[in-house]
């Protein structure tokens, strides 16, 4: 018998479960806190994770849990709104091994996959064929095929392509008593389970029939409870096999599914259409369905405000006008370029003639409709991307009506806030058909503000009910929504909802409190009034988050930091696929240990460094994650603390004074190299201070740049009369390894008529913020803004070509000094390829270049990336005549300073950089190699056969 004990319990589960699955089993505090969370407003920690590996794993782990009587919940990318993917039990996660896709059939357009695949990914590897998986979600980017298949998703053309159960052939599901079936047929012995279910259901809904026609409304877009209505009405392949799509994992788990695949549109183009006021936007739905698009989507003004705020998006923004109160964005497929313009030119037209919206926007450019749909999809994010405690939250953003009642049914909306006083909400939408995503702003740390969610829910289901539609339109019931199933099909449905779960699930072992026995939407909330935030006092300046904790606690849990085909965001998870090494997980772990909720024991529980360890402080959750949730910055404060209870290693307080030891031995060079590139210094290296003895470290030149700029005699300070001046800030890796960059950096400034300045500086300090060394960041930092302000508050420009020293001055001296001074110095920095760009944009310059012609292809440096793009760097050596150049989709090089030296890393370092990067530099063809970040170069070197250069010295390489 299994124990009584609830912890001997958990411990007797583990290691049973140990014993009999090859996959990974964690019942550790860490693991527990880390999917205690979705991208829901609740929190339950589980019993413990298991990530099988294939579906002997999941029958395994079935089974012990029916022998010890402890519930599953079936989990992807953890990206719901409803706490769907949270429970009590044992969490399984497919999302790390079973992400198999086989049996594709680009001709009978099907495909065999498991649940855990992402759905870009699997769309990513059907291209060629020419096919894709329809459903498209605002978070195909992570969002797995079974959580689809959960909550049988929808996404922005289901007017088009219907929902993920439109698309299902075939599903493959393990029951509760650890049996296998199969829908719509099965020859394995689990057919006869398989039959009597079928027998049940089927006498269940045929007892209900008459409230299933009276009470299921009779919209596209319902996704309440079990599909019923669809056994009932629509005797389609899956058969009773259809329930299983929106039944949120309650009763059983998916290992398997066979899918429709459906040829890739041709062509496609978008019109925007601008409002000046919201409800005019909506009135306008019915109009534009006449035209037959495959898409109508709302964006709201607060989402256009996020957007310009976002350093990402910010620079393509240009279609929104101050006016634009609401766009909605129509989008067209056609087979052919000529046909898709006639439509759309058609309707931009009519649009004119019956005087819709003020504005009227052809969109044909694929990058211009790419910016407008990454807005919207990133349209959750963005609007939970300010600071504080007040929040627009997703609890009534679900709901869906008849699209041409989508008008009014947002005005009566609009009063109900109005009545519980709330001023702010954002809304966006489905408009096509009739989904309505608002969010209200509330403080669910406030039991006022918990109060008025119930109260707005209870009276937002009455209206929806109302109207004729929907409570829940696309995200599923979970722990949100299922209380209010009654109310919107009757006591008899919700009865008989109850019966097919035992039909499939006697014991309830799957997914308990959902869509069957639910509990109020109150309860498991992330916050709730008992929540408490302990503050810490900090190195760093947090105050424009309210404090680290509160900085942590934006992450919303949407995980686009799971993406893998795009970005750089979270370079370590891109390799190990485990959400461990997510910006996600590492806020959570963050949030959880400065909080009272005591799974965590503050920012010195050792469990901390495993989640931390594998943060790269790449910078690039800074603006990739939507919140703007900065793990590099919390890591370092996370370090400078660590530091002071559990000390530094040999090796991390080698890298921090890296700087300072290169400024020693570089005045024996030769001798130094000789020295730290043999074998023995390796070797010592590697056994001391944990610098991996395979990869060499970098050489010092013989001669450094200052040597060579005294020689020249430039000015290293501001002079009388000094015409048109610009301060070049002389990274340590220039000045001391590759002077060849710094001398281009200047070659390249005075060509575009800068006289330039090299003032003495100390080294810039990242090495020292990035291993946690605060305190004597500070000093650097104080050092070299008194040294720069003169400058800056002449408004003369302080420019860099190392991103990652460059950006300390611009992103965190701010933050370490908290000056008014280290604000002004921020302000005037800038990398070398905006000032070019700048300068040559106003036409009052002439750049004399040679008649070369070269073929580039471009890495950055994440920091450069994160801070400011690559579209700067794109710009400048397009300027060069004859220069084809093209950025590499390459993520992170993993070297991260000195991440990639390190033994414990190595191995890691270069599979991030096998990810995307090196693939692209072997496969360059002809093209020749642009690098901008020195740790990439280094990294690039080491595991490619190309020796890449600075992107400024093939543009100096140009000049005559």
């Known amino acids: 018998m299994p124990p009584t004990d609830q912890t001997a319990r958990a411990d007797a589960l583990c290691r049973d479960l140990g014993s009999r699955i090859s996959g990974a089993v964690r019942f550790d505090r860490l693991y527990r806190t880390l999917y205690a969370t979705d991208a829901s407003i609740y929190e339950i920690v589980p019993t413990g994770v298991v990530l099988p590996r294939d579906v002997d794993d999941v029958i395994a782990t079935v089974n012990c849990c029916r022998k010890y009587d402890v519930p599953m919940v079936a989990r992807g990318g953890g990206t719901g709104l409803t706490g769907g993917a949270i429970g009590g039990g044992v969490l399984i996660d497919f999302s790390r091994f079973m992400t198999g896709v086989w049996e594709v059939d680009p001709d009978g357009r099907s495909v065999r996959v498991h649940p855990g695949v992402v759905l870009d990914e699997l769309n990513a590897q059907l291209v060629e064929h020419g096919v894709f998986f329809a459903p498209d979600l605002s978070t195909s980017s992570r969002a797995t095929i079974g959580g689809m298949i959960a909550n049988n998703a929808c996404g922005a053309h289901s007017v088009l392509f219907g929902r993920t159960v439109d698309h299902v052939v075939e599903l493959t599901v393990v029951l509760s008593d650890g049996s296998v079936v199969r829908w719509p047929h099965d020859q394995t012995n689990g057919d006869g389970r398989r039959a009597e279910i079928d027998r049940q259901v089927n006498d269940i809904v045929t007892g209900v029939c008459d409230d299933i026609r009276a009470r299921y409304p009779n919209i596209l877009r319902k996704n309440g409870g079990y599909a019923l209505d669809r056994v009932l009405g629509v005797r389609d392949r899956l058969g009773v096999g259809t329930l299983i799509c929106g039944s949120e994992g309650t009763l059983g788990v998916v290992v398997e599914a066979r899918l429709k695949l459906t040829n890739v549109p041709r062509c496609r183009g978008l019109v925007l259409v601008h409002f000046d006021d919201l409800f005019a936007a909506l009135d306008a739905t019915p109009v534009f369905l006449e035209y037959e698009p495959a898409a109508i989507e709302l964006i709201d003004r607060l989402i256009m405000e996020a957007a310009l705020r976002d350093p990402s998006l910010k620079g393509d923004l240009g279609f929104v006008t101050p006016q634009t109160q609401a766009i909605m964005a129509i989008e067209w497929f056609a087979d052919t370029e000529a046909d898709l313009r006639d439509r759309i030119n058609g309707f931009v037209d009519d649009m004119g003639r019956r005087s819709i919206g003020f504005l009227r926007q052809p969109m044909f450019d694929l990058r211009q409709q790419h910016t407008v749909w990454e807005m919207r999809k990133r349209g959750l994010g963005l609007l939970m991307s300010r600071a504080g405690d007040v929040q ?85 019931d979970g722990l949100l929504r299922s209380c209010w199933l009654e109310k919107m099909y009757g006591r008899r449905i919700v009865d008989a909802f109850g019966r097919v779960k035992n039909a499939f699930d006697p014991q309830g072992l799957f997914n308990p409190g959902k869509i069957v026995d639910p509990l109020p939407m109150t309860e498991h909330l992330r916050y709730g009034s008992d929540h408490e935030t302990i503050q810490i006092k900090t190195g760093l300046d947090f105050s ?192 001391f390894c590759t002077p060849s960059v710094a001398i281009a950096t200047v070659r390249v400034l005075e060509s575009v008529g800068f006289q330039v300045i090299v003032p003495v500086l100390e080294c810039c300090g990242r090495t020292l913020i990035s291993q946690g060394l605060l305190c004597e960041a500070k000093t650097a930092a104080t050092a ?177």
């Open 392 to 476: 627009p939250y997703a609890f009534v953003e679900d709901s869906a009506v008849p699209p041409e009642r989508l008008g009014s049914y947002i005005r009566e909306f609009r009063t109900i806030l109005d009545e519980e006083d709330i001023p702010e909400a954002a809304y966006y939408a489905h408009a096509s058909v009739g989904v309505i995503h608002v969010r209200p702003a509330l403080n669910l740390k406030s039991a006022r503000d918990i109060s008025r969610m119930q109260s707005i829910a209870d009276r937002v289901s009455d209206l929806a009910l109302r109207y004729g539609g929907a409570m829940t339109g696309e995200h599923g």
């Open 544 to 735: 424009p988050h309210s404090g680290l904790a509160s900085l942590a606690n934006m992450c919303s849990g949407v995980g686009q930091c799971r993406q893998k085909l795009v970005g750089t965001m979270c370079p370590s998870f891109q390799a190990t696929g485990d959400e461990m090494h997510t910006t996600r997980a590492r806020a959570n772990a963050l949030r959880s240990a400065l909080s009272n909720r005591g799974l965590m024991d503050g920012l010195d529980d050792r469990a901390l460094d495993e989640v931390m360890d594998l943060c790269l402080q790449c910078k690039a959750c800074k603006t990739e994650c939507p919140t703007g949730v900065d793990m590099g910055r919390m890591k370092s404060e996370w370090l400078s603390r660590r530091h002071q209870t559990v000390g530094m290693s040999p090796g991390n307080r080698a890298a921090a004074h890296a700087p300072r030891f290169l400024a020693m031995v570089s005045r024996v060079p030769r001798l130094a190299n000789l020295v730290m590139q043999s074998r023995p210094a390796r070797g010592w290296a590697e056994k001391r201070l944990g610098f991996d003895r395979r990869i060499r470290p970098p050489r010092l030149a013989t001669k450094t740049f200052r040597q060579w700029w005294r020689q020249r005699r430039g000015p290293e300070h501001l002079q009388p009369g000094l015409a048109n001046p610009v301060v070049y800030l002389v990274d340590t890796w220039a000045n």
């Open 784 to 960: 070299n803004v008194s040294r720069l302000l003169p400058y800056a508050k002449r408004d003369i420009s302080i420019v860099g070509s190392e991103p990652g020293c460059l950006f300390t001055l611009a992103d965190e001296y701010p933050a370490l000094l908290g000056s008014t001074a280290a604000a002004v110095v921020a302000s005037r920095v800038e990398m070398i390829e905006t000032l070019v760009t700048r300068v040559a944009k106003t036409g009052d310059i002439s750049i004399p270049f040679n008649e070369q012609t070269i073929c580039l292809k471009l890495h950055g440096h994440c920091h450069q990336k994160a801070m400011i793009g690559m579209q700067d760097a794109l710009e400048m050596l397009r300027l060069i005549p004859h220069c084809q150049v093209a950025e590499i989709n390459s993520g992170c090089c993993g070297m991260a300073g000195s991440f990639g030296h390190e033994v414990a890393h190595y191995d890691i370092a270069k599979t991030i950089g096998e990810q995307r990067l090196f693939p692209a530099i072997r496969q360059r063809g002809t093209c020749d190699i642009a690098v901008w970040g020195f740790s990439c170069r280094c990294q690039i070197a080491h595991h490619t056969d190309v020796t890449p250069r600075h992107g400024v010295e093939w543009f100096a390489d140009a000049l005559r």
